[in-house]
């Protein structure tokens, strides 16, 4: 077993899937959760202010989809027909997640879905076991730690807020998500450091992803590629480059 030394390090950057959290927790129980819960949340939530709002956003970004060209369901005013209107909705919200698409409007709605599912117990969030003893003992030790994430801060907030081992959120001093630029891009980590307040090489990410691990370093930050049961195997070649940990207990202190 290798073990990274983190000792001349102030801060610890995290990548969420692949790295804190299963693949498939994203996977198989975040986005099946919206497409079963979809409708009855709609209906559930009809005429109530904050899906109003989403309405309304989702209904801006399907009219800016049809300027673009794209062919997409236009959600009717809301004072249309309750079944017309519902039925919209949620054909636009289905086939945005079937072609993958990440647009605020999206995100908001699921991010709104997915809290009452935590708020409720439905949903916890998950972590490797080894997680929160790693975080702990980084906190002790006076590092920082940092998530950097495709899903939405809103949504990182929840998993971490509510995950098998309970709320770890004291644990976490800040969370970035691709409003600050792109994973694979070497400015994004460049602009998470300034933030931060640290030098780049003070900051270690870890990541499954082994061009994000690139681009981290490209900007001057130690990196260590992280793998996990479910993950994607890495190639020996990238191992070498960047280090692997399988567990977080693999990082040391001293
Ligand atoms: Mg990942």
Redesign the pocket.
């Known amino acids: 077993m290798v073990n990274v030394d983190i000792y001349d390090i102030n801060a610890i950057l995290l990548?969420?899937?692949?790295?804190t959290t299963s693949?498939s927790f994203v996977k198989d129980v975040l986005f099946p959760y919206i497409r079963q819960n979809l409708i009855r949340y709609v209906k559930d939530h009809w005429k109530n202010a904050e899906l109003i709002k989403d309405i309304d956003s989702l209904r801006m970004q399907a009219v800016e989809d049809l300027k673009n060209g794209l062919n997409v369901v236009q959600i009717p005013d809301i004072d249309e027909e309750e079944d017309r209107l519902q039925e919209a909705i949620i054909t636009n919200v289905f086939d945005q997640m079937d072609a993958d698409r990440k647009t605020t409007a999206l995100k908001q709605l699921q991010g709104h879905i997915w809290r009452e599912a935590y708020h409720s117990g439905k949903i916890e969030g998950h972590v490797y076991e080894d997680v929160m003893p790693a975080l702990k003992s980084w906190k002790t030790a006076g590092k920082h730690v940092y998530i950097y994430?495709s899903g939405s801060v809103e949504a990182q907030k929840l998993l971490f807020g509510a995950t098998t081992y309970g709320n770890l959120l004291q644990f976490i001093d800040g969370h970035f998500d691709t409003n600050i630029g792109p994973k694979k891009e070497s400015t994004s980590y460049t602009k998470i450091a300034n933030e931060c307040g640290y030098q780049a090489h003070q900051i270690l990410f870890l990541?499954?992803?082994p061009e994000?691990s690139q681009a981290a370093k490209n900007a001057g930050m130690k990196t260590t590629l992280v793998s996990r049961e479910g993950n994607k195997s890495l190639c020996e070649e990238v191992v070498k480059e960047f280090g692997e940990v399988k567990s977080f207990d693999q990082i040391s202190l001293l």
Do not use: K
């Open positions: 990548d969420i899937e692949g790295t693949i994430s990541t499954d992803i994000e």
